[in-house]
Each structure stands twice: as structure tokens, then as C-alpha cells.
């Protein structure tokens, strides 16, 4: 059984900062991608920004220079830094994960969300 589980969202003043964690726990042989989505009321879920295994990252236009992906594969533990907040950045966060299990399957799993809220 593998979890993800999210934390560090919040409510914060436009042109603050928050750090979302993501941790993943379980029957876990290796980590492929880990990526950060996010959904606001009656929209679909987009891609907000995506991390590698081997160090890479891509952003969506409407974060790049404000948030930076991280992981720590130690930890099995993804960031977001999110610096200059936008009242349109305000959504429930997701994180998810493609997970090799020892079984050797290969499945994606999402986290529960985490809702950040920016006030202008």
C-alpha cells in the first residue's frame, strides 16, 4: 500500500509565500515522476509544475519564475515553493506520483489535496 500525503497549504496575502510537502510512504522500490497539479472551483486540474527522477523540471507558464519543484529522493518527499502569490493561484493542490512497488507494478497515485487560498 502506498500513500501520498500533503501539507503546507494555507491562506496567504497576494504576493506572499507558502511551501507545499509531499510525502510518500509505503510498499515503495522507486519513484518515477512526482508532479504537482492543482484544481480551482469549476475548473479542470492542470499541471502545475513536474519533477524527474533524474533532476528534471517543467513548470506551467503561469508559475514560471514564482514556484520551484523539488524532491528529495532520500525522503521520498516532493516541494513546492510557491513565492509570489496571485490571488489566481488559489486552488486545492494535488500531488502525484508514478510508484514502483516491490511487486514490481508501476501505478500513479494522487494525494488528498491541500487548498491554498490567496486574498488580494
Known amino acids: 500500500q502506498v500513500q501520498l500525503v500533503e501539507s503546507g497549504g494555507g491562506r496567504v496575502q497576494a504576493g506572499g509565500s507558502l511551501k507545499l510537502s509531499c510525502a510518500a510512504s509505503?510498499?515503495?522500490?522507486?519513484?518515477?515522476?512526482m508532479d504537482w497539479y492543482r484544481q480551482a472551483a469549476g475548473k479542470q486540474r492542470e499541471l502545475v509544475a513536474a519533477a524527474t527522477s533524474g533532476g528534471g523540471t517543467n513548470y506551467a507558464d503561469s508559475v514560471k519564475g514564482r514556484f520551484t519543484i523539488s524532491r528529495d529522493n532520500a525522503k521520498n518527499t516532493m516541494y513546492l515553493q510557491m513565492n509570489s502569490l496571485k490571488p489566481e493561484d488559489t486552488s486545492v493542490y494535488y500531488c502525484?506520483?508514478?510508484?514502483?512497488?516491490?511487486?514490481?507494478?508501476?501505478?500513479?497515485?494522487w494525494g488528498q489535496g491541500t487548498q491554498v487560498t490567496v486574498s488580494s
Open positions: 509505503g510498499s515503495i522500490f522507486s519513484i518515477n515522476a
Open positions: 502525484y506520483a508514478e510508484i514502483m512497488s516491490h511487486d514490481g507494478a508501476l501505478r500513479g497515485y
